[in-house]
């Protein structure tokens, strides 16, 4: 397959790369005459945990909406697991098992943690209790919740407390394990760990490895550049609309991903 | 990634369990019953008259349509929202009704539902308005209060409307309940009271609702349709004040143009009394029941105990303040 991608002209990384879970092909959007995606290419890898850095303005947030369903791609190509899909909305991408945590969105802070769980999915009571009468079944979503939380080794012990109650790391941990627990191929995060503290940022770092652990792969948005290097296998570099870069934290350093991020030093990867 | 990392930064103790106080303390509807309970009790030593089954059930029929007008309300304000045109809006049905069954020649049975047709269609515009539009709830409901009123006027010709086919007073109608005899009226409201707990409590649509009030966008990004829900929120409230239009012409016997031109304010009233916040998302429907009965019980106290009118209006004015004053120092706490 790498014979038909631009990837197969570059350098880094060419050798021994597995079919990508989501891959984009070109993508180009335009608005008016701001061009926020020039010809970008983009693919996750099974099992891996991909940062995407950039500047201001370099793409990255039109990237991951285009990703996410929430943005409609003028031209170019999506696939998921090697099939082209198009996207016509957030719904689309999710229900083909692609979750995005928005940074700041995801929660109704004055439900409790099982409703924001289950919030647009609820699961209803068995019988014409749940048929007629359109009874959710709370305690199996309580316990469902408590589940999801443990598979990620959140510690809130009752699922019926108000999302408000809990500390910024914890209502991630919420989001993080919402996300989890419905996505089949893909979880996308939009800025996890802005306005978390030290501690708080610690702990959603190690929830986004226990979703790649649990098998699924996790495209992280980030400013938060040591964040990015300590949890990311792979870092994708924005520029201008376009990936400049492909990075392995182990193989660089954070001066140098700011360097080709800012233009000051040139990408990894031939110009598309 | 090594798991020396993962295990640095370990997941933080549970919460611990809030105490039983605590938890006691955040039900949200106990503030309402207290005072409710309160109220209560004051008039039973002031006045005699006032803890007798009849005076009771005097106080449900009293309340009925504002309590109606308030589920309805209930709804709209869990959304962030507000709706100052339902008493004119019921108002409006209630002349619809009567109108149409005694010289439209159209049978009871349709006459009542094109009334609680008409509210619903009002609501449904208000609703859409606000939605598709993107116009503040308090603009639009404003503006069809106005429209609503002049609609009235006009299809009464400033005349009451008299005569009514027996089915249109029916829920007026009472049965004995003990010593004293209790109005179907009342009754329905209670049962509306309750099927409205159980939708926002127990279902979906309910919880959505909640969800609407309090970050619509991650009711959007959760995958609901937020516009339909939104519009139909207006629009069962809109039905909601269709069926107190029927109340308000079972309850005065008449199709009467002036009827309800306070009932939008008691309404919100009995609403934030019952603890539900202005800004949404949060309260109990329970709540909105014991603001409704709140406000019949002190209307009726002062009554039995001569207490001006006026002072009824101006005891009610001030207790409004205090619970929106009590919402907001709790909203403040939270931040």
Redesign the interface.
């Known amino acids: 397959m790498s014979t038909e991608t631009p990837l197969s002209t570059e350098t880094a990384l060419s050798t021994e790369i597995p079919r990508p879970v989501l891959e984009g092909r070109g993508l180009v959007k335009r608005y008016g005459h701001v061009t926020a995606l020039d010809g970008c290419d983009f693919e996750l890898l099974p099992g891996e945990i991909l940062a995407v850095i950039g500047d201001n303005g370099a793409g990255k947030s039109s990237l991951i909406k285009a990703l996410s369903g929430a943005l409609i791609p003028d031209s170019g190509q999506l696939l998921l697991d090697g099939e082209p899909v198009r996207f016509h909305g957030p719904a689309d991408a999710r229900r083909a098992g692609i979750e995005t945590v928005y940074q700041d969105l995801a929660v109704a802070p004055a439900l409790d943690i099982a409703s924001n769980l289950f919030l647009g999915r609820e699961i209803r009571r068995k019988g014409v209790f749940g048929s007629v009468f359109r009874l959710v079944d709370k305690p199996r979503m309580q316990s469902d919740a408590a589940k999801h939380m443990a598979d990620l080794k959140i510690g809130i012990r009752s699922m019926g407390q108000a999302v408000e109650t809990l500390s910024g790391g914890q209502r991630q941990g919420v989001a993080v394990a919402r996300a989890a627990a419905f996505a089949r191929h893909v979880v996308i995060m939009d800025e996890p760990t802005a306005a978390l503290g030290v501690k708080e940022t610690g702990m959603v770092l190690d929830l986004i490895r226990r979703v790649r652990d649990n098998g699924l792969p996790v495209v992280v948005i980030s400013h938060d550049m040591p964040a990015v290097f300590e949890i990311a296998d792979r870092v994708h570099v924005q520029r201008l609309g376009r990936r400049v870069a492909i990075l392995r934290p182990s193989e660089t350093d954070m001066a140098e991903a700011v360097a080709i991020m800012t233009g000051a030093a040139p990408g990894n990867l031939a110009a598309a | 990634?090594s798991t020396t990392?993962?295990e640095?930064?370990?997941?933080?103790?549970?919460?611990a369990?809030?105490s039983r106080v605590k938890a006691l303390l955040a039900v949200p509807t106990l503030g309402p019953l207290g005072a409710l309970l309160l109220a209560c009790l004051y008039f039973s030593f002031a006045s005699d008259r006032f803890l007798t089954g009849g005076n009771m059930s005097l106080i449900l029929q009293q309340v009925m349509v504002v309590g109606t007008l308030a589920v309805g309300q209930s709804a709209v304000i869990l959304t962030a929202g507000i709706d100052l045109s339902n008493g004119a809006s019921m108002a409006f049905g209630s002349l619809v009704m009567t109108k149409l069954a005694v010289s439209g020649g159209v049978p009871a049975w349709l006459a009542i539902l094109a009334g609680i047709a008409t509210c619903a269609a009002i609501g449904a515009v208000n609703g859409s308005l606000v939605t598709l539009m993107k116009l503040p709830p308090f603009i639009v409901t404003l503006g069809m209060l106005n429209i609503a009123m002049a609609l009235t006027h006009i299809t009464s010709k400033e005349q009451t409307v008299t005569g009514l086919p027996d089915l249109l007073t029916k829920l007026g109608d009472t049965f004995p309940l003990g010593q004293t005899r209790v109005t179907y009226g009342s009754v329905l409201m209670l049962v509306l009271f309750a099927v409205a707990w159980?939708?926002l409590r127990?279902?979906?649509?309910g919880?959505?609702l909640?969800?609407l009030g309090?970050?619509p966008?991650?009711?959007r990004?959760?995958?609901?349709n937020v516009r339909r829900q939104l519009i139909g929120v207006y629009t069962v409230a809109g039905v909601l004040y269709g069926i107190a239009a029927l109340l308000l012409v079972a309850r005065t016997g008449v199709g009467d143009p002036q009827a309800g031109q306070t009932d939008n304010l008691d309404s919100i009233t009995a609403v934030v009394l019952g603890g539900i916040s202005l800004f949404g998302?949060?309260g109990s429907i329970v709540g909105a029941l014991y603001g409704a009965l709140l406000v019949g019980v002190i209307r009726n106290g002062l009554q039995l105990t001569g207490v001006d009118s006026v002072y009824q209006i101006l005891i009610t004015g001030i207790l409004v303040i205090l619970a929106v004053g009590v919402d907001q120092i709790a909203r403040r706490r939270?931040k």
Do not use: I
Request: charged residues 20%.
């Open positions: 990634m990392t993962a640095r930064a370990a997941t933080p103790p549970a919460e369990a809030p159980y939708v127990h279902t979906a649509a919880r959505h909640y969800a309090d970050n966008d991650a009711v990004l959760a995958g609901v998302g949060r939270r």
